[in-house]
């Protein structure tokens, strides 16, 4: 997350009747994005063509800002889950017609504001250390982004004068800004002392000061989250009487104290009638994707009812539990909601033992309350990485794949691989071609390839998308997959396979920096335990098996290295393995760690040079 809102506009996505004929039935509720998606892309089509068949110009900037500008704001729903608001067809197309001709300088212009040095696309107070200094100030930096039709003599005389508003007290903006075709800073005030616990959002609006009817040129989000327990050390909160309805969403943040390794919540229905809930638990990291740090839960709750639930967190790093009630359960309930956190930390997020040293220690603090440790280590993954036999970075057709606002330039020496030779490569979108040599000599026949450094990435990436696909030696395709790494695996028989795998960015230099960029491809194997003793000599008789761990106490433990005969056949020397460490805590929640180990060359005799490694199954 980097302070950008996420979500630009919402549309119709629950209960919706008009369900695909590839479901194989008349009717059906469906829910969620891919409802509302297709919903909205049937507007900005509807929206487009009108616009084609009048002779309207227009470009993706003023559609975007069209499409916001004429939202219907809904009062029962905050702008962190509905953006703007529901998107208006029509009111959008009737703006589009009445300021494309009067408002040209802008419809060719992207304002393109971040703040910071990793220029982040909005600002998201959260940080214990930032919360207390009450008031926060950000410098923010407006750069013009310009259509590729625009010629030298335009740019050179834009002048842009703005009207800055924000419509919180706790925000304070400057009130003009007078833009030119160069960067301008300007400061922004945010005084946290006057907000309340919970989240609260807000954006700074620019307005053209000729033309307020157009709505604002650019909008940059603020948003503050203020923990329950910002200023409290307590490990349990009880929030009762929480009123729920359809459609209604409750949001909590917390701060998990130092220590805490997993949180549990508590429901209790209130109600004589049956509710169906929907529990939503998510870290809120700064620059990172939550898909792999949220949980989602539907429940069904009975009168007096309680259910329990577990989520791993880190100490320090904000936790939404965002509680809701599905449309279909009508009527109004009251819910009780108790939150407490519990939990150890190891001495490290992940470990890595060799064969040829000695056993490998891991110490393990609790600084809540009492817990039971017990320590289980399994390897069940066995990863070969793989290194490009060749690579090459082409221009993208433009006639396809450009995203140019202007006349599209024809095509040409597009079998270049340098930027030098296209005419103007701020145009050109390139393409990373990498391939792979992989040799498949098991009987195990599924594998699971992926690229770690893109895994997990999709609107976060400063790609424009990732795909691999693997071929046999007769060419034929035998799997492909994107940054979903979890959804896409390949039957392979024994032989060679070749992998290609295609990256995209507008910049050639950056492509060249992955020339090198590594693969892997990983198989299942039986899972192999790792022995934990109280000491580090190893012997039989000082088995780690469990302790229980007071407040402000820590214990150390010894996990013993692989022997030979237990690694899977075949194998190869400078081995990395890497696999699950639970730290089971009594019967309530478990801690999973990463474990890696790496046999030294030699162990095996008659192996070839090849790296490989064993990994963590997902």
């Not at 729903?77 to 197309?93: D, E, N, P, R, W």
């Not at 007769?474 to 994107?482: F, S």
Request: glycine share 6%; proline share 6%; with cysteine.
């Amino acid at each position: 997350m980097d302070g950008n809102l996420g979500v630009t506009v919402c549309a119709p996505g629950g209960a919706i009747t008009s369900i695909s004929q590839t479901m194989h039935k008349g009717e059906g509720l469906m829910n969620g994005t891919s409802m509302a998606s297709p919903n909205v892309a049937g507007n900005l089509a509807l929206i487009i063509s009108g616009l084609k068949h009048q002779g309207i110009g227009y470009s993706p900037f003023s559609v975007e800002r069209s499409v916001k500008t004429t939202a219907l704001k809904m009062s029962d729903h905050c702008s962190l889950s509905s953006g703007a608001g529901v998107i208006q067809c029509l009111k959008a197309f009737e703006h589009l017609k009445e300021f494309t001709s009067n408002m040209l300088h802008l419809n060719r212009v992207f304002f393109q504001v971040t703040t910071g040095k990793e220029q982040k696309r909005g600002v998201l107070i959260q940080g214990k250390g930032v919360l207390s200094e009450r008031v926060c100030r950000f410098q923010l930096s407006v750069d013009l982004k310009f259509s590729p039709d625009v010629t030298s003599e335009e740019k050179c005389d834009l002048a842009l004068p703005l009207v800055l508003i924000c419509h919180e007290a706790w925000v304070s903006v400057p009130s003009y800004l007078y833009l030119t075709n160069s960067t301008r800073q300007f400061s922004v005030t945010v005084d946290t002392s006057m907000l309340k616990t919970g989240a609260h959002f807000t954006e700074i609006l620019a307005f053209d000061e000729k033309n307020f009817r157009y709505g604002p040129v650019f909008r940059f989000p603020v948003t503050v989250l203020k923990p329950v327990n910002d200023d409290s050390n307590d490990t349990e909160f009880n929030l009762d009487a929480l009123e729920l309805s359809p459609g209604s969403v409750i949001r909590h943040f917390f701060r998990p104290p130092e220590g805490a390794s997993y949180m549990t919540v508590d429901l209790t229905s209130s109600s004589e009638q049956v509710v169906k809930l929907c529990l939503h638990m998510v870290h809120i990291k700064d620059t990172s994707p939550h898909r792999e740090d949220s949980q989602n839960k539907q429940i069904i709750l009975h009168s007096d009812a309680k259910k329990t639930f577990s989520y791993p967190v880190s100490p320090g790093v904000i936790t939404e539990v965002c509680l809701a009630q599905i449309n279909s359960c009508f009527g109004s309930h009251v819910v009780k909601m108790r939150v407490s956190f519990r939990g150890v930390l190891p001495s490290s997020d992940s470990f890595a033992m060799h064969h040829f040293e000695p056993a490998l220690r891991i110490d393990v603090k609790n600084s809540l309350e009492r817990v039971t440790v017990e320590p289980n280590a399994v390897l069940n993954h066995y990863v070969t990485p793989l290194r490009p036999a060749d690579f090459r970075i082409v221009p993208l057709d433009l006639s396809r794949d450009s995203f140019t606002l202007g006349p599209v330039k024809e095509p040409s020496n597009l079998c270049v691989t340098s930027p030098k030779s296209v005419e103007d490569p701020c145009e050109v979108d390139y393409a990373l071609e990498l391939t792979y040599n992989y040799s498949h000599n098991v009987k195990e026949k599924e594998v699971y390839p992926e690229c770690p450094l893109l895994s997990g990435q999709l609107y976060e990436s400063v790609f424009g998308s990732q795909t691999w696909a693997m071929f046999d030696s007769n060419k034929q395709v035998m799997g492909y997959g994107d940054f979903k790494t979890e959804k896409y695996s390949c039957s392979l028989s024994k032989g060679d396979y070749t992998i290609k795998l295609w990256i995209r960015h507008p910049k050639y230099e950056v492509l060249e920096k992955l020339q090198a960029l590594q693969f892997v491809v990983a198989r299942k194997t039986p899972n192999i335990n790792l022995s934990f003793f109280t000491t580090p000599n190893l012997v039989s008789d000082d088995a780690f098996k469990s302790h229980a761990l007071i407040k402000h106490s820590s214990v150390s433990m010894f996990a013993s290295p692989l022997s030979e005969e237990k690694l899977p056949k075949p194998h190869s020397p400078r081995k990395l393995s890497h696999g699950q460490n639970p730290f089971h805590l009594g019967r309530t929640w478990q801690i999973v760690q990463l474990v890696s180990f790496c046999v030294s060359p030699g162990t095996s005799s008659g192996s070839s040079q090849k790296r490989e490694q064993f990994s963590e199954g997902f």
